[in-house]
């Protein structure tokens, strides 16, 4: 699985859209992009997840870069129940059960 | 839906000592993932079952360590003469299979081993 690289931590006023960053350079044509947050004290969740296009559901958008090289997970209005940590996986989409976590990028929503 | 469940949430134990815990995952969820969580990393891939069928463990799986799925529903972690590494948060997930698209993966609130 492609590597990805994110910021260890991130603050966002309540409110207000909240973008984090994802770079993985090294993804392949196969290669999906996925989200998963773990808020204190729980098993992670799925957010999100994309090839090429923009995506869009109830709780985010994804946007990947034309060269798919990044990617950004917006929440459009963060409210502080989005503090948690972020992951960003790369994966394919079949073949290969298991989810490589990093180390994410710690969320933390302001009042 | 209740969701993947865990237990015990917590355990304590001695180094040496053996520990179970189990996992119910989603009714009619056929696949079955244990994970292990250190402190300030990400999960960490350890094994993976389609119904009772355990198809791919992670290296980090010691020989000290068993997970069996005998009947395709719920699954056990059995770690023996744990030592003192073990500790960590061990996480359920569970998914359906289907033959087209994601099918993302539903974690447990995880049991949280503490070894003395």
């Known amino acids: 699985d492609a590597k990805t690289t994110q910021p260890t931590s991130m603050d966002c006023a309540e409110g207000r859209a909240a973008n984090l960053p994802c770079n993985h350079s090294t993804i392949s044509g196969n290669e999906y992009v996925y989200w998963y947050r773990q808020i204190h004290s729980q098993g992670p969740q799925y957010i999100i997840h994309?090839?090429?296009n923009n995506e869009t559901n109830e709780m985010a958008s994804l946007i990947i870069t034309e060269d798919r090289k990044s990617s950004t997970l917006i929440l459009p209005h963060a409210t502080l129940r989005d503090t948690a940590v972020y992951y960003c996986?790369?994966?394919?989409?079949?073949?290969?059960?298991?989810?490589?976590f990093g180390t994410g990028t710690r969320l933390t929503i302001i009042p | 839906d209740t969701g993947v469940s865990q237990d015990p949430r917590h355990k304590i134990t001695k180094r040496g000592q053996n520990v179970t815990f189990r996992c119910d995952p989603i009714?009619?969820?056929?696949?079955l993932y244990w994970y292990r969580q250190t402190l300030g990393q990400g999960p960490e891939f350890l094994t993976y079952f389609q119904n009772e069928a355990q198809l791919e463990k992670s290296r980090l799986l010691s020989d000290r360590f068993s997970a069996e799925r005998p009947k395709g529903s719920f699954s056990t972690l059995e770690i023996q003469r744990t030592e003192q590494g073990d500790s960590a948060m061990y996480l359920c997930?569970?998914?359906?299979?289907?033959?087209?698209?994601?099918?993302?993966?539903?974690f447990g609130p995880g049991t949280r081993l503490t070894v003395l």
């Open positions: 996986i790369v994966r394919p989409n079949f073949g290969n059960e298991k989810l490589t």
């Open positions: 009714s009619e969820h056929n696949r």
């Open positions: 997930a569970s998914s359906p299979s289907g033959t087209g698209g994601y099918n993302e993966q539903f």
């Open positions: 994309g090839l090429k």
